[in-house]
Nanobody, 116 residues
Framework: QVQLVESGGGLVQPGGSLRLSCAAS????????MGWYRQAPGKERELVAT???????NYADSVKGRFTASRDNAKNTVYLQMNSLKPEDTAVYYC??????????WGQGTQVTVSS
């Protein structure tokens, strides 16, 4: 199996930046792609970004131009660089791993709060 541990969340003012990290362990050879999700209180969980094994990325319209997903294969870690943060970005952020069919491995989540 795959275990995912997220870090990097916290409190930041509007316009600020945070970088989330997600370290993978276990059967990491089985990972085909990673996804970043977020869930705000009272809202559905939404897919924020994906990154494939080759580094190709896709982003939700709400974060395009502000968020950047990347990966460091040597460290078995993926990142989500979040710039120009808005209060609407406040949520619990989760990373997830796909074996090529579904996102079946999930991290524990890390809280991001954007507020003055």
């Amino acid at each position: 199996q795959v275990q995912l541990v997220e870090s990097g969340g916290g409190l930041v003012q509007p316009g600020g930046s945070l970088r989330l990290s997600c370290a993978a362990s276990g059967s990491i050879f089985s990972i085909n792609a990673m996804g970043w999700y977020r869930q705000a209180p009272g809202k559905e969980r939404e897919l924020v970004a994906t990154i494939t094994s080759t580094g190709s990325t896709n982003y939700a319209d709400s974060v395009k131009g502000r968020f950047t997903a990347s990966r460091d294969n040597a460290k078995n870690t993926v990142y989500l660089q979040m710039n120009s943060l808005k209060p609407e970005d406040t949520a619990v952020y989760y990373c997830a791993a796909s074996d090529g069919s579904t996102f079946k491995y999930w991290g524990q989540g890390t809280q991001v709060t954007v507020s003055s």
